[in-house]
């Protein structure tokens, strides 16, 4: 059996309580947060301003709090992807940050996994996750309150 892939989920909430998400490029209508891997000998946290920098361009963050518990994931057997053929899905660690005084997202420093950037509400989000992640989404929020 495949093992899980331990990653990291950014819920970066604003003054309005909005999270900020990311339009896939590859999946245009899909919504996310930033998430990404945790690479070898790296912490969560860590791995969480080293994702933030790559996917949005920023990774100067305040984290407010982190989950618990890892929320983990199949990978739909439908996936035809790289990290389906290692992983059997992924294991996360949710935290709840906000950016720092003066700080925001650039998509222009970003890998290019966003093609746009937008603040929604958590319903709004579950609305326009892939189902197969709607579930973690669920958890991931309640464990962060």
């Given at each position: 059996?495949?093992?899980?892939?331990n990653?990291?989920?950014?819920?970066?909430?604003?003054?309005?309580?909005?999270?900020?998400?990311?339009?896939?490029?590859?999946?245009?209508?899909?919504?996310?947060?930033?998430?990404?891997?945790?690479?070898?000998?790296?912490?969560?946290?860590?791995?969480l301003?080293r994702?933030l920098?790559?996917?949005?361009?920023?990774?100067?963050?305040?984290?407010?709090?982190?989950?618990?518990?890892?929320?983990?994931?199949?990978?739909?057997?439908?996936?035809?992807?790289?990290?389906?053929?290692?992983?059997?899905?992924?294991?996360?660690?949710?935290?709840?940050?906000?950016?720092?005084?003066?700080?925001?997202?650039?998509?222009?420093?970003?890998?290019?996994?966003?093609?746009?950037?937008d603040?929604?509400?958590?319903?709004?989000?579950?609305?326009?996750?892939v189902?197969?992640?709607?579930?973690?989404?669920?958890?991931?929020?309640?464990?962060?309150?």
């Amino acid at each position: 059996m495949k093992a899980y892939r331990n990653c990291v989920v950014a819920a970066i909430v604003n003054d309005e309580g909005l999270f900020l998400a990311g339009e896939r490029s590859d999946k245009p209508g899909v919504w996310q947060l930033p998430q990404g891997g945790v690479e070898d000998g790296e912490s969560d946290q860590d791995a969480l301003v080293r994702e933030l920098q790559e996917e949005i361009g920023c990774g100067e963050v305040e984290v407010l709090k982190v989950a618990k518990n890892r929320i983990s994931y199949d990978f739909p057997p439908s996936l035809k992807a790289p990290i389906a053929d290692k992983y059997s899905g992924q294991s996360q660690r949710w935290f709840l940050v906000r950016f720092k005084p003066g700080q925001q997202a650039d998509l222009s420093q970003g890998d290019g996994e966003f093609s746009d950037l937008d603040w929604k509400s958590s319903a709004e989000l579950l609305e326009n996750v892939v189902d197969w992640k709607k579930d973690a989404y669920v958890k991931g929020f309640a464990e962060l309150g």
